[in-house]
């Protein structure tokens, strides 16, 4: 293994000087892919509706290609699972990723295709590793094996030898045979669609294998340490895996698990690294161990537009490119990408912390926030404002969810959080004083607000019993 990882180093280490030329010249690159992708689908059934061939400026594709949901598209990705070809990309799509988050439907299906599996997908992978043996050369990550976390997939009942699942079994069921040679379990248990299965079969197979890194969501990831830890009736994972040096997490913010982590993983030398991938495609990561916000990657067949929140709700919002975004300012993300997804408006929001490069932060989802009084609270002011009160409690916290209560009956209007704890507050009370004193510094709106309880209350605070979360989740049929 150890030639192994001195194999590999060198060959991913060639990458970052591809890294380093959209860095330096972020505008043509970006430019250049927007171009590649009109002429790559200009025959298709989309290309054509819109006339991608005589497009030339980015402002005529602006003017011509309105941004969509989800909602939108459905019906031509719905021809798309059924088989119909140049849809939204030239050839046939056999697989799809499935995730939530339409009001359509129970579940979205985002087409993956080979360009954008092996030149998005992967290539984040590759130059995830990359970055990582940058920034630690002494790295001996795969003088051991890698444990990736993902879900299933499963054939597409309405076109022969064609799939769906998530988007982490989609990447696992496609992966180039090397990449076996560094990870574990074996793809059968991995990809395995009962999850309460999965987890005792993965925590069997991975207990006794020199494990050095970890790939997956941070929640999930936490149920399947601790089952390993009461296996073996260890304190702590090193004691289990004495080699492990890191952890690529994404899909939830980190911080609010941060602590678990580090009784986990007791060891002043443990690198996280934070990823921003999805079913449409993988779009940042962290690229230096020392900040806390991630590069955005400019070549991977993803051309990005930014809708500043004040323009969100309208029938067309209006869209900015990266030479027009600014610091520590909210936008919904509309991507353009080589699957097929033209002015695509994810659902997520990001923030700018630097121009040079270009480097964000996730703060939320468009849906995911709390207006009902003016107070425009999202999601990342809940979570710093919950990580911080539970670190000034001595608590942890397991999940939470918040909505508003709203004013009636002469009753002024609050926010409700159901909290569930693996280790209770010391003070419940002095939780929700340092909750809600965090929150106002964090958001003015919030703040005003709360101004002498005119409008807002303090927060009132559920307590969840322990596994509340686990099994609304597992009766929703979404565990992993």
């Not at 969509?68 to 459905?74: A, K, M, Q, V």
């Not at 709203?406 to 409700?416: D, L, Q, R």
Request: charged share 25%; glycine share 6%; hydrophobic share 40%.
């Amino acid at each position: 293994m150890a030639l192994f990882n001195s194999i590999l180093k060198s060959v991913l280490s060639r990458r970052i000087k591809h890294i380093e030329r959209f860095m330096d010249q972020p505008l043509e690159v970006q430019d250049a892919l927007l171009k590649s992708l009109l002429k790559r689908a200009k025959n298709t059934e989309y290309g054509k509706q819109y006339g991608f061939e005589s497009i030339k400026t980015l402002d005529e594709y602006r003017q011509r290609v309105p941004i969509h949901t989800y909602e939108d598209l459905f019906p031509q990705i719905d021809r798309m699972m059924r088989g119909e070809a140049s849809i939204l990309w030239p050839g046939v799509v056999t697989w799809f990723s499935k995730s939530s988050g339409t009001t359509n439907a129970k579940s979205k299906f985002i087409p993956v295709t080979k360009e954008a599996l092996e030149n998005c997908h992967y290539k984040g992978g590759k130059d995830l590793i990359s970055l990582y043996f940058h920034n630690n050369p002494a790295s001996r990550m795969f003088d051991g094996k890698g444990l990736a976390i993902g879900g299933s997939y499963k054939p597409n009942e309405r076109f022969p030898n064609s799939y769906y699942g998530d988007v982490s079994a989609v990447i696992m069921a496609n992966l180039p045979r090397w990449a076996g040679y560094a990870s574990t379990p074996d793809p059968k248990i991995a990809l395995i669609g009962e999850w309460e299965e999965k987890l005792e079969r993965i925590s069997q197979a991975i207990i006794d294998e020199n494990v050095t890194n970890i790939s997956g969501v941070p929640t999930w990831t936490i149920v399947l340490l601790e089952k390993i830890l009461a296996k073996t009736a260890k304190k702590n994972m090193l004691e289990v895996w004495p080699n492990f040096e890191v952890f690529f997490h994404g899909a939830v913010a980190f911080h609010p698990y941060r602590e678990i982590f580090q009784k986990l993983f007791p060891k002043p030398d443990m690198h996280y690294m934070e990823t921003y991938n999805a079913s449409e495609g993988f779009f940042a990561m962290k690229d230096s161990l020392e900040r806390d916000d991630m590069l955005l990657m400019l070549d991977y067949g993803v051309y990005y537009e930014f809708v500043p929140m004040d323009e969100l709700g309208k029938l067309q919002p209006k869209a900015i490119g990266l030479a027009e975004v600014r610091l520590e300012t909210n936008y919904a993300m509309v991507i353009t990408t080589n699957g097929g997804l033209w002015r695509y408006q994810i659902g997520d929001t990001i923030k700018f912390t630097s121009l040079n490069p270009f480097r964000i932060k996730i703060s939320g989802r468009t849906k995911h926030f709390i207006n009902a009084f003016g107070e425009e609270l999202i999601i990342e002011n809940a979570e710093v404002a919950m990580s911080y009160a539970c670190k000034e409690t001595n608590a942890e916290m397991v999940n939470f969810t918040a909505a508003p209560l709203y004013i009636a009956n002469n009753t002024k209007g609050a926010h409700e959080w159901i909290v569930e704890f693996s280790k209770c507050p010391d003070d419940l009370s002095q939780f929700v004083t340092l909750l809600d004193g965090k929150l106002q510094s964090l958001n003015s709106d919030y703040e005003a607000k709360r101004y002498k309880n005119y409008i807002l209350q303090l927060p009132i605070i559920h307590l969840a019993p322990q596994g509340t979360f686990y099994e609304w989740m597992k009766q929703r049929q979404k565990l992993g």
